[in-house]
């Protein structure tokens, strides 16, 4: 140690900030190519985020229409349903009501009560 020469240190220090000088740099550059691979997906969220409630509903609506349809296709085709079956249809016919379903959906299933197949 008594020995270092002003070279010996002055190369120290130049290995040293080279060093973390390369670290920095490749840090940034992961940075950079991280949010470039996140960038659309983020812009996915953001849209998914911003459907509007309406937006949902008309979904939701759609989604509950399909599933009450299936569900009237089978009654009607004599398929046998499960007390719980016919349960989870009853709270899905009562919140495509809320949401503002009333189309052929109603009718069918209008009829179906009235002939006492659900």
Partial sequence: MENLTMGQIMGFITFITVFIGGITTIIAFLKSFIAKILKPI??????LQNISSEGRNNIELELIKIILVNFINDIENGVTKT???KQNAYELYDRYKVLGGNSYVHDRWSKLIKEGKI
């Fill in 83 to 85: 007390p719980i079956q």
């Fill in 42 to 47: 983020d812009e996915k969220i953001d849209k």
